[in-house]
């Protein structure tokens, strides 16, 4: 006898069916719920996953894929509040996007423009290699850093990778090189509160609070 093509549902005791969590993708119905109440409502993320069941950070990731947009008076997180911290720190996140959204605008002109524009082929060509290097993360690990033991400086980065600075659009080269750095710890945006509230604290750092208040 064959065993069945399709794996009925796994069903816990209680006759409701198991709960989604690693490795078990949400159904379409779910992503539908939550887009709703992102959309529709001012709850936090940590509400709506109450309700819907997926993680906030999943919630987070649907937001950011699909461009869903808020209510008005709804909770923001603080990489949207347009302030120049998080400017900042949005602009070294989205860099690699940012690079790769030029480079396919450039080779949609040239497959809209009839013969081979050899300049603008080159400037495509830059734009891709300088995408795919800034979605790398910039590490002490990587090959290219052995030599010198920490990230090497943008324009290092450019040039062991290639890309031919002569060609690459001169805003695209000026926005890699002031935003492919780690921003400086006074342009990032605040941290949460939750490191400062009592209820995260170590027992450590709680018998130490509690001698300072004795």
Known sequence: MWPPLFAPAITRLSGRPRPYGKGRPYADGAVNEVRALIEGTTLTYHQIAKRTGASPASIS?????????????????????????????????????RLAALADRY???????????????????????????????????????????????????????????????????????????????????PRSRGRGNARYLTRKQRHQRMLERE
């Not at 894929?65 to 997180?77: D, E, H, I, N, Y």
């Open 107 to 189: 080779v949609r002109e040239l497959e809209a423009t009839p013969g081979v524009d050899l300049e603008k082929l080159g400037e495509a060509l830059a734009l891709a290699q300088m995408a795919k290097l800034a979605a790398m993360r910039r590490t002490p690990r990587r090959a290219e850093a052995v030599m010198w033991g920490a990230p090497m400086r943008p324009i290092a980065e450019l040039c062991a990778a290639g890309v031919d600075l002569s060609r690459a659009p001169r805003a695209a080269v000026q926005d890699f090189l002031e935003n492919r750095a780690k921003p400086r710890e006074e342009d990032k945006p």
């Open 61 to 97: 990731r649907w937001m950011q894929a699909g461009s869903w947009k808020r209510p008005l008076f709804a909770p923001r997180s603080m990489l949207t509040v347009p302030t120049p911290r998080a400017t900042a720190y949005n602009k070294h996140r989205t860099l690699a996007a």
